[in-house]
């Protein structure tokens, strides 16, 4: 299997005296979807940002399709897209300026740009929404055009930060099939999220993080066999570890 | 309740000590007050010619009754209210009665104060062309003042009616006819009938509202539109922080904004566009120009018209340095895969083409005041080096230093 992103080694975090992230170990596989699950707290979003490359790691390496954000910074960045917990908007643009801007950076060609604006659009049900600006957006809205940049670029990895919370039920249904569309294209994704149901049904593998360090990860049924009761879900296994009962972990 | 009408009057006090400062700042730094001072000379000097030149036809009354008149209909009522009440203030309603007394009490007197001046400004005319008596223009003050009080209780009552535009477009003719019947003087079976009128109206809006709830965000609207009448005005003088972050759409100059379609062009579309609908830069660009065009036009002596040009491109140009920091959104912007450089040109480009269309403006007005087409070259050139030299040089050298 290709490794689109392969995390070795991460030891990272804010300040090198307190770092957050304990030799972490993971990747995600062309066309699989990971589901990134922990506690507030437990180093998901400081995951995400080293894996951008907005923090340096202190230790490790982070690669995207084979390089590290210093051998190749536009490489590295071209390679994926990302949609963050809260929307981050242009207050001064558009909806359509918005899904243009991204393109025109990720080098889509105009026609493609067209086709995929106009089938975001009808996913979402933002099609009379185009000369709108965020100020008049709800956070659902905001949270739709994060996605529709993110989907539009069409990059190998896609980087996503817990994305349905405030979504409506259209745009949630959409999002999941846009995913599974773009996985079986090829596409890796990571997702973080609190929405276990969901992401039992929807990823491929699991990374359950607690304090900075990785408790376990695997398949659904792997992640259920050590636990030790195959009727378990996701949620008990979740809150079992949260707890601090993790003496069935190794 | 004593703890909400506490709450009155310290949003009241708060509101009042921003305003002062707002004040100070703006009579210190911009000679607003001397500016007044001869407008008002210049003015009654013109006002007393104007006066000697009517005629008995002229329709006096007519024109003080429109002139007071909208201020009599415009009722906005200041709240004091923020958008967190909406979701702390709206359970205590029912208890809210004396902070919305208190509200409309100050709105009428406040706007008392300015029907008064307006009246003062119109007393010569009055008593030339309408009546003598001091007597006459008081007791109408004091009708007008009623018809205030009236136009506030309705505005009120109107903030429970979910349609009120048929409501407001009686109370507008009525109060209109009103003031005009009180100016004119000699339509008091006019007036009286009129009062009869507005307590019928009164009833009617009472009514009305009674069976309906209170819409807490249009006083908010309305509130957030005072509120922005006194930021605008300081905005002429001085950064409101308030106003940041503000946009404009401005979609007439979008054709200004239009770049060919691809990577090279991010950054210039997202300076372009910044710089016109963001509140703070567009603004004070124009308003320089502006300036610096009127000033040209009138200090025409030697040296003077290159020194402007120079000193309001430069001042502008350093306004405009700002347009660099412009916070982009993390997760898009500066997760482009675009090169640093790329981004540090279009922004080079945008400042420089800024820099151009004022370099002509400017160029324009001095060779105007001057009235010789050499001067128009001669200022271009130099607006042309300016900015090379700034844009170019200075701009480019210190963006490369201090990357976002």
Known sequence: MEKVLDVSHLKGGYSINQPVLHNLNFHVNKGELVGLVGLNGAGKSTTIKHILGLLEPFEGAIRVNGKTIKEDKMFYRSQMAYIPETPDLYEQLTLKEHLELSAMAYQIDEKDFQKRMNRLLEMFRMENKLKWFPGHFSKGMKQKVMIMCAFLVQPNLYVVDEPFVGLDPIGIQSFLDLMKEMKEDGAAILMSTHILSTAEQYCDRFIILHDGKIAIQGTIDEIKEKYGDTRASLHDIYVAVARGETSWIR | ?404
């Open chain 2, 1 to 404: 309740m004593d703890k909400i009408e506490a709450l009155w009057n310290r949003r009241r006090s708060e509101y009042w000590k921003m305003a002062s400062r707002y004040w100070k700042l703006i009579t210190m730094n911009s000679g607003l007050t001397f500016v007044l001072y001869v407008i008002l000379i210049v003015g009654s000097i013109y006002y007393k010619k104007w006066l000697d030149t009517l005629t008995p036809s002229f329709p006096s009354a007519l024109l003080i009754a429109l002139a007071v008149g909208i201020f009599v209909i415009r009722s906005p009522i200041r709240t004091f209210i923020e958008s967190a009440d909406l979701v702390f203030l709206l359970p205590l309603e029912t208890q809210l009665e004396i902070y919305f007394k208190k509200s409309r009490l100050y709105s009428f007197q406040l706007q008392c104060v300015t029907i008064i001046v307006l009246l003062v400004l119109f007393s010569p005319l009055y008593f030339r062309m309408i009546n003598h008596s001091f007597l006459a223009l008081a007791a109408s003050a004091i009708l007008i003042f009623a018809a205030k009080w009236w136009n506030i209780d309705c505005k009120w009552q109107e903030q429970y009616i979910p349609q009120p535009f048929m409501i407001k477009l009686v109370r507008a003719v009525v109060s209109f006819g009103f003031v005009y019947a009180v100016v004119n003087g000699r339509l008091i079976f006019l007036v009286l009938i009129l009062i009869c009128v507005m307590a019928i109206i009164s009833l009617i809006s009472r009514r009305l509202a009674n069976q309906r709830l209170l819409k807490w965000d249009r006083l908010l609207e309305m509130e957030n539109k005072q509120l922005m009448i006194l930021y605008r005005f300081a905005n002429l003088f001085t950064d409101v922080p308030q106003l940041k972050g503000k946009v404009k759409p401005r979609f007439w100059l979008n054709a200004l904004t239009q770049f060919t379609y691809g990577q090279p062009s991010v950054f210039k579309m997202f300076y372009a566009k910044t710089f016109i609908r963001s509140h703070e830069y567009f603004g004070m660009f124009i308003r320089l120009t502006v300036a610096g065009m009127v000033i040209e036009l009138f200090l025409t002596n030697g040296y003077s018209t290159y020194f402007i040009l120079l000193a309001v491109m430069y001042i502008s140009a350093v306004q405009l340095l700002t347009l660099w920091r412009h916070i982009t959104p993390q997760a898009l912007a500066d997760l482009y895969p675009i090169h640093e450089q790329i981004k540090q040109q279009n922004y080079l480009q945008i400042l420089f083409s800024l820099l151009v269309i004022q370099g002509v403006l400017l160029s324009i007005a001095g060779a105007v005041a001057v009235g010789s087409f050499i001067s128009f070259i001669i200022l271009l050139i130099l607006s042309l080096a300016l900015n090379a030299v700034f844009t170019l040089g200075y701009v480019r050298a210190k963006i490369k230093s201090t990357p976002v």
